[in-house]
């Protein structure tokens, strides 16, 4: 069981430098390497209180990152990741590469002529302009090679 728990609070940091709770990244942790489960089992497995668990597992739903289901016959929600869970993330943090680019172009706006202020600012725009443009087909082709696995194709 020690290697679980430490690939699991390994993933709550992760995660959690990743603008996620300890609680969630660690809840993330276990769902990649460990059978899903009920709010309560996973409190018990992370051995945290199950209002932390309800917390965490609502920031997980929002964003998209598990999903909740029910065996036929039962009455408990549980919990697993969702499909493409990391494409699916990637793919919500792209209006970022824009909020970036305009960020640095009201920059530009503010700074006038100095050209080391400038440098700096066209970079930062230059760059996430480009990640904008970049990154979709990038994700494409990632959609592409998951088809192809699911279909057999190397």
């Not at 679980?4 to 609680?23: I, K």
């Not at 059978?35 to 992370?46: I, K, N, S, T």
């Not at 824009?98 to 700096?120: N, Q, S």
């Not at 760059?127 to 087909?137: I, K, Q």
Request: glycine share 8%; proline share 4%.
């Amino acid at each position: 069981m020690e290697p679980l728990n430490n690939f699991v609070e390994e993933a709550g940091l992760f995660f959690e430098r990743l603008g996620l709770s300890r609680t969630a990244g660690r809840v993330m942790g276990w769902l990649l390497v460990g059978p899903d489960a009920e709010a309560g089992e996973l409190a018990g497995h992370l051995a945290v209180a199950k209002s932390s668990m309800s917390v965490a597992l609502r920031q997980l739903d929002q964003a998209g990152l598990v999903e909740r289901y029910r065996l036929p016959g039962t009455r408990r929600d549980r919990y697993r990741l969702a499909e493409d869970v990391f494409a699916r993330s990637f793919r919500s943090r792209m209006t970022e590469f824009t909020a970036f680019t305009d960020l640095a172009t009201r920059g530009l706006d503010m700074v006038g002529d100095d050209p080391e202020r400038r440098r700096r600012l066209e970079l930062m725009r230059d760059m996430y302009a480009f990640m904008g443009e970049e990154f979709p087909r990038l994700l494409d082709r990632w959609d592409a090679l998951v088809r192809a696995r699911k279909d057999g194709t190397p």
